[in-house]
């Protein structure tokens, strides 16, 4: 099992561009979840999904789109990138809810200028 | 509202001795409280889960224990080695937020050879 995967593993944006977070797993999770890791912050949930066509907001929702077409992928969408979304940018999954271990991906660095 | 405290931030100890991380939470209502490990530029990993009717969870040179009542969780770390280096974070998924897990700001360990 690859676990969970994340691309790119770095990106620079301008303001204003959009880009797409990809986030995949292949452990049959039904559980994903979007986090922004910032120094002084911790980790804050972003968007979370308890299942296919089901999202929901997290913490930081705002900035942020997601949707969940299959059990496997969870992108994250930046409609208009701002320098405030500078941060990295974890994914992580589980069997069937928060109350279980998660799994996280490696992580995208963005950079917004 | 559920807020976790991992203190020190920092902790720097020689090769081979004992340790222990801690981490405090404020709401007792927990479902379980886990540990995990990031090292610079990675992603999370999962240590260790334990449940909040367990009041100890070991694995390998880790061990875990959990006080609901004082909202108290220790990770013990035998024989430290200079491996062990890394941030420690724990979190606690709660019954009152739906679907989010808080997670400690963590601790940045250093185990010097």
């Known amino acids: 099992n690859a676990g969970v995967t994340q691309t790119p593993k770095f990106q620079v944006l301008k303001t204003g561009q959009s880009m797409t977070l990809q986030c995949a797993q292949d452990?049959?999770?039904?559980?994903m979840s979007w986090y922004r890791q910032d120094p002084g912050m911790g980790l804050r949930l972003i968007h979370y999904s308890v299942g296919a066509g089901i999202t929901d907001q997290g913490e930081v929702p705002n900035g942020y789109n997601v949707s969940r077409s299959t059990t496997e992928d969870f992108p994250l969408r930046l409609l208009s990138a701002a320098p405030s979304q500078t941060s990295v940018y974890f994914c992580?999954?589980?069997?069937?809810?928060?109350?279980?271990?998660?799994?996280f991906g490696p992580g995208t660095r963005l950079l917004v200028l | 509202k559920q807020e976790v405290t991992q203190i020190p931030a920092a902790l720097s100890v020689p090769e081979g001795e004992n340790l222990v991380l801690n981490c405090s939470f404020t709401?007792?209502?927990?479902?379980?409280l886990q540990w995990f490990r990031q090292d610079p530029g990675k992603g999370l990993t999962s240590l260790l889960l334990i449940q909040s009717s367990q009041r100890e969870q070991t694995s390998g040179r880790l061990n875990a224990s959990l006080d609901k009542s004082s909202g108290r969780s220790t990770l013990y770390i035998a024989a430290s080695q200079p491996g062990d280096s890394a941030t420690y974070l724990c979190?606690?998924?709660?019954?009152?937020?739906?679907?989010?897990?808080?997670f400690g700001s963590g601790t940045r360990l250093s185990i010097r050879p």
């Open positions: 709401d007792s209502a927990i479902y379980n």
């Open positions: 979190a606690v998924p709660g019954y009152s937020s739906a679907s989010k897990i808080i």
């Open positions: 992580a999954s589980s069997y069937s809810g928060r109350e279980e271990t998660q799994y």
């Open positions: 452990m049959n999770h039904e559980y």
